[in-house]
């Protein structure tokens, strides 16, 4: 590494471009937004952001996003585990499909879900008989959010299970231990930091979704209404102050996630070396 | 040591377990579980797309794309698409040049900020130009007086897209460009090569599978991006509709025939999705048989 020395040409202009392009695109909307919201008094941001009807669309957002998430980590991880540690027809084809909700547009995701859980649908048919409603209800926002947040697990974990070393899990095994205990004991504590990194990835994801969303659930206040559509519906009744007060409130979190998935990574990185 | 006799050793049947794998019974049902997820979760949806689009008919189908407020949304979203998926990939490889090939404090944070529109909810993407542009915004009165149109118009929908793509190329080159060095730039420019030559015939080549797969999934995020686009887009039906507000139009229409439609508009979207996995995955089979030759060659020489 030559870092006192290095020869490269091009690192001021390349990094002038850089952030001048992040400045006027990113940074300077962004920084507008929190100055607008910093001319309200305390007061008045703190009443626009808890509303009853926002904090029941914080409480459906946080709620329905942790569920899709729990759920991703736990099928997430089996099947990266299906495809990094088995052989069977069709894997690299299943592997391709995992990148399906990272490609298909999230309005058409929403589209397919709700007519798919609909009464008439071809999973509706069979479960809104037995009282499963996964359209127009809150299981239906969960439903969603499980779709579009399905790739992180798994993509966070199956580089870490390629590299992990079956030497230790044969050591396990020959000292006795079932391949349960094994797993328990030796395979999941070397997981647990990538299988969190997905988690806090999809959770994430699931707390700014809208597209998918507002086609499948029946976006009504107070129950099936997430905090991104509440900001939109705000937005058309002209209630600008009370729009972005929940959108700093959304903003703050998602740089928390933000930092929290960055300390993670280093984590992982530092768990696997 | 009289433990270890009663201990039978197994050796054939041991041989195929090597201690660390699970039974075949155990590992039959984990990947039937594993595929029925797949199934329901991914293969279904799409599958249903399908399906739907062509519920009345082939003719119907394309009826329906012919329409013109179809075909405008259509063509809103590849202007769009056109220009801003190439000013992200020019954004990418500066980024990634300064990033992959410098030394410098707060690299980190550079990273994270450009990363930044891939945590901030689509809404919130699209909300944050209005208070710029919008009526009420800062610079609402000056562009009402030149009769400047941005939200509710094209300008504003290409600066939303614009925002929510920005990470993609970025994210796939930087990493791709550290890993890949400056030994062959540093050759380069010590043969005489100017600092664009050495990009040009040096960097790009090497890189410029990770820069087709960023441009890939930066294309499909920028046709398919709804929250963003909605906020700042009026969905006039004919002049700011792109293809899945379209399709939101359309499904929110009472007829069951504009329910039709609206998921014949949406199979564009997930061919389009489907041209982006097949690309994808041919991209990541060519890498990875580009590395395993690399390899070949090495235990070869060595």
């Known amino acids: ?273 | 040591m009289a433990g270890l006799t009663t201990r039978p050793l197994r050796g054939d049947t041991a041989k195929s377990q090597r201690g660390s794998e699970e039974t075949p019974f155990i590992k039959w049902l984990l990947i039937c579980i594993a595929l029925g997820f797949v199934g329901v979760f991914l293969v279904l949806p799409l599958i249903n797309v399908f399906y739907q689009a062509f519920h009345n008919g082939i003719g119907f189908y394309f009826e329906s794309l012919r329409e013109p407020d179809t075909l405008s949304a259509i063509q809103l979203t590849l202007v769009i698409t056109l220009i801003a998926v190439p000013m992200n990939a020019f954004f990418g490889m500066a980024a990634a040049w300064a990033v992959a090939k410098f030394e410098f404090r707060g690299k980190a944070l550079l990273i994270t900020l450009i990363d930044l529109p891939f945590a901030v909810s689509p809404v919130v993407a699209g909300l944050v130009f209005v208070v710029w542009f919008g009526r009420q915004g800062f610079l609402g009165n000056w562009l009402d007086a030149h009769d400047i149109h941005i939200i509710f118009a094209l300008p504003g929908m290409l600066l939303a897209t614009t925002f929510v793509t920005v990470p993609f190329v970025a994210r796939e080159l930087i990493p791709l460009m550290q890993a890949n060095g400056t030994d062959q730039e540093q050759a380069a420019l010590t043969l005489g090569a100017n600092g664009w030559q050495t990009f040009w015939y040096v960097t790009l080549p090497s890189s410029k599978w990770g820069l087709i797969y960023g441009i890939i999934l930066c294309n499909a995020r920028a046709m398919g991006e709804f929250g963003a686009v909605s906020v700042v887009s009026g969905a006039i039906a004919g002049q700011t509709e792109t293809i899945p507000l379209r399709v939101d139009k359309l499904f929110h229409s009472a007829t069951s025939a504009a329910g039709v439609a609206s998921f014949a508009v949406a199979s564009l979207l997930a061919l389009l999705a489907l041209l982006t996995l097949v690309i994808k995955s041919y991209l990541e089979w060519r890498t990875e048989r580009a590395y395993a030759l690399a390899q070949r060659s090495e235990s070869n020489s060595a």
């Open chain 1, 1 to 273: 590494m030559s870092q006192h020395f290095n020869a490269m040409p091009g690192f001021r202009r390349t990094m002038g471009f850089t952030l001048f392009y992040l400045g006027v695109l990113v940074l300077l909307p962004i920084g507008g937004m929190i100055f607008k919201v910093f001319q309200l008094s305390w007061g008045d941001f703190w009443a626009h952001a808890t509303t009853p009807r926002a904090l029941a669309a914080y409480r459906l957002s946080f709620g329905a996003s942790f569920l899709a998430a729990f759920v991703n980590a736990i099928f997430g991880t089996l099947l990266a585990w299906v495809l990094v540690r088995y052989s069977f027809p069709g894997k690299r084809f299943v592997d391709a499909l995992v990148d399906i909700p990272f490609a298909l547009p999230t309005a058409v995701a929403g589209l397919t879900l709700a007519n798919l859980f609909s009464p008439n649908g071809w999973l509706g048919q069979f479960l809104v008989p037995l009282g499963i409603k996964g359209a127009y209800s809150q299981l239906a926002v969960v439903l969603a959010l499980i779709f579009v947040s399905l790739p992180f697990v798994v993509r966070t974990l199956q580089p870490v299970l390629e590299q992990m070393e079956r030497e230790v899990e044969e050591a396990a095994a020959t000292l006795g231990a079932s391949r349960f205990r094994t797993f328990i004991s030796v395979v999941a504590p070397s997981l647990l930091p990538a299988v969190l990194t997905g988690f806090v990835l999809s959770f994430a994801r699931a707390l700014g979704e809208y597209g998918s969303v507002i086609f499948i659930s029946s976006n009504m206040q107070y129950k099936t209404e997430i905090a991104p559509l509440l900001i939109v519906s705000l937005l058309e009744q002209f209630e600008y102050s009370a729009a972005m007060s929940i959108a700093v409130v959304l903003l703050v979190i998602s740089i928390l996630l933000l930092a929290a998935i960055n300390l993670l990574e280093r984590w992982v990185s530092h768990f696997h070396r």
